[in-house]
């Protein structure tokens, strides 16, 4: 089956997702109380009805744009009778999309998923005190180009790549102040347009280390088993189903470079001819077609969505 499954990352959030699955089927109400239950918190009130300032705090956003999609993979199994690993060929998440995917194909239990990604999003938070990090959008540079800019915007400094998305975007993160300088250089290295992004802390780069730290004590003592699908890692833009090595990726995630661009062209090298993305929003799908436009794409994250994409199997 030349399909991948895709799950977005954070930014994807908005008030009132996943209500419309919730009241339209029981499988994905299942999947709310699973996880509100894992939590000990009402996270499907505050994703249907906010405020939005409470789902866009990082402990929230990621275990609740994870609930959207777990829900999404849970109600296309149902309504067909037949697991994910029939319709599909591979996996893959931007950031923790990564974890989205890993519940999806069955390698993490949905409460063990929920659990990592509250305490994923609270250390990612800690690791940096608000207003120390940034993260900019450079729009227009290729890797090469904005790694050079990172680096020379650095002076002493953390400034690194955090995430290759497609051809002319690259998102740069590190101390503000060198993400400031960043921005400015890459105005004069032909950047069409540089925008500092609307984030609480600095993903992805070298100041999370001390969130990986945490990640790696809480993934050693959670059960993980083979996915059923094999997922292509943000940190080596290639497949892997061996649940250790995936266990060190999911760390190495933390502070690493998420290798999006890669990791759709790999995922096409491979044989696929299809992204289907399965959650809130259509980021990926928007970003599928910049990578190759020879991709079909199918976005499924609404009810009506949803219809849409079981009238294609």
Same mark, same amino acid.
């Given at each position: ?7 977005? $990352?954070?930014? =994807? ?45 990082? &402990? ?13 993979? *849970? ?7 037949? #697991? ?8 893959? $998440? ?10 999806? !194909? ?6 063990? /998923?929920? *659990? ?13 005190? !608000? ?20 680096? &020379? ?45 609307? !984030? ?29 699908? #094999? ?9 892997? =189903? ?28 491979? $044989?696929?001819?299809?992204?289907? &993305?399965?959650? /809130? ?33």
């Amino acid at each position: 089956m030349s399909r991948a499954f895709v799950f977005p $990352g954070q930014g =994807s959030q908005a008030v009132g997702m996943g209500r419309d699955l919730a009241d339209a089927f029981p499988a994905a109400r299942l999947v709310f109380e699973e996880i509100d239950d894992a939590l000990g918190q009402k996270l499907s009130r505050l994703m249907f009805e906010g405020p939005e300032a409470d789902l866009t705090l990082t &402990e929230n956003a990621q275990p609740a744009l994870m609930a959207v999609s777990v829900a999404v993979a *849970r109600v296309v199994e149902g309504e067909i009778g037949r #697991p994910l690993s029939s319709l599909g060929a591979i996996v893959a $998440g931007h950031s923790l999309g990564e974890y989205s995917a890993l519940a999806a !194909v069955r390698a993490f239990a949905l409460a063990d /998923a929920a *659990r990592l990604l509250k305490l994923r999003g609270q250390a990612m938070q800690k690791a940096v005190p !608000v207003g120390v990090g940034a993260m900019a959008a450079l729009l227009g540079l290729d890797l090469e180009q904005a790694q050079a800019v990172a680096a &020379e915007a650095a002076q002493g400094q953390v400034c690194d790549a955090a995430n290759d998305n497609a051809p002319g975007q690259v998102v740069v993160s590190g101390h503000r102040e060198a993400v400031e300088r960043a921005v400015e250089i890459a105005g004069g290295r032909g950047a069409r347009r540089s925008i500092l992004l609307p !984030v609480s802390a600095p993903f992805h780069c070298a100041l999370m280390a001390p969130a990986a730290e945490v990640m790696a004590d809480a993934l050693a003592g959670v059960a993980m088993a083979p996915p059923t699908l #094999p997922l292509v890692a943000n940190v080596t833009a290639a497949p892997s =189903s061996d649940p250790e090595t995936i266990r060190q990726q999911l760390v190495r995630q933390v502070t690493a470079m998420v290798r999006w661009r890669e990791s759709v062209l790999a995922m096409k090298a491979g $044989g696929i001819a299809t992204v289907a &993305e399965f959650g /809130a929003g259509k980021v990926l799908s928007g970003l599928v077609k910049r990578i190759d436009r020879e991709l079909a794409t199918q976005a499924a994250g609404t009810p009506a969505e949803v219809d849409a994409f079981l009238k294609t199997l």
